[in-house]
């Protein structure tokens, strides 16, 4: 949200004009992927914290 204010001061324009800037502008960029062995993946940006296999499965216990 700082970040979207300093944008509508420096570019005059309403605050919530700016997060919609900034929001489509992140919709038009795709990340990066590739396929390994038939499954698209991504890689992270460098310094991404590691998600360990264990970590993947507490978080799919969530689902049903």
Known sequence: MAEAAKRAEMLRIS???AVSDLARRGLQVAPPTREVNGLTVF?????????????VKEELSDFP
């Open 15 to 17: 605050l919530g004009k």
């Open 43 to 55: 890689d992270p940006p460098k310094g991404s914290a590691r998600i360990s296999a264990r970590k």
